[in-house]
């Protein structure tokens, strides 16, 4: 049972445009939600993190919005650059934990283009 | 500093063998974690050490999965009586404290023929 959906397994965008991607959580006990990017052989880089006690997280580019009502979160990137183009997974620990075991959505591919 | 390093990066093996796969995390992490990813599916997490003692160890599929970390450094992932299914990319994380953000190595891609 997927407890992290990220149901669109693409996304192309134009340079310079914006990249929002998705993600869905079932679990209602999760509390502390992580995006990470990978490029191929490569392990997923930690890209930025978000608590459920905030809305809103920024870092350079990249955003992550939480609506803990609707337990959906989504990461923007603004300006989407070609390097961005990797396969982005949406993580998500439960409450109470050590950061112990993250659940991890399916990814989504996402391919910047000139 | 050194990030995650995962040995060997490649491992093809007969359905059957037994395999040893080797991660050694960011020194000074305690919490280290291993997941398992199939092809088009995101990280399944198998086992998570805090120091030297396995603090939970309930995504290991079945017995003949194991992993050790004796030194509260190193890990090793050992998969006995190795079956086709077991074909994957293993996945070696560290954490600081068990808190915060997983940093992963390169991952290790095992087939089993």
């Known amino acids: 049972d997927q407890q992290v959906k990220q149901n669109s397994p693409s996304l192309s965008v134009q340079e310079g445009r914006i990249s929002i991607l998705n993600c869905d959580y079932t679990?209602?006990?999760?509390?502390?939600f992580l995006w990470y990017k990978k490029y191929p052989a490569e392990g997923p880089t930690f890209l930025i993190s978000?608590?459920?006690?905030?809305d809103k997280n920024e870092d350079g580019r990249f955003t992550v919005f939480l609506n803990k009502s609707a337990k959906h979160l989504s990461l923007h990137i603004v300006p989407s650059q070609p390097g961005d183009s990797a396969v982005y997974f949406c993580?998500?620990?439960?409450?109470?934990?050590?950061?112990?075991?993250?659940?991890f959505g399916r990814g989504t591919q996402l391919t910047v283009w000139p | 500093g050194a990030g995650v390093s995962q040995t060997p990066s490649n491992k093809v093996t007969e359905k059957g063998k037994y395999v040893e796969l080797r991660c050694d995390p960011i020194?000074?992490?305690?919490?280290l974690y291993w997941y398992r990813q199939s092809l088009g599916q995101g990280p399944e997490f198998l086992i998570y050490?805090?120091?030297?003692?396995?603090?939970?160890d309930s995504g290991l599929p079945n017995d003949r999965f194991f992993a050790v970390r004796p030194e509260g450094s190193v890990s090793t992932l050992k998969i006995q009586r190795t079956e086709r299914g077991d074909s994957a990319v293993y996945l070696c994380?560290?954490?600081?404290?068990?808190?915060?953000?997983?940093?992963f190595g390169p991952g290790t891609r095992l087939t089993v023929t």
């Open positions: 020194s000074g992490h305690t919490a």
């Open positions: 993580a998500a620990a439960p409450r109470g934990s050590t950061l112990g075991r993250l659940y």
């Open positions: 050490f805090q120091g030297t003692g396995a603090a939970d």
């Open positions: 679990n209602s006990m999760f509390d502390y």
């Open positions: 994380a560290s954490s600081e404290q068990g808190m915060g953000e997983q940093y």
């Open positions: 978000i608590s459920s006690i905030k």
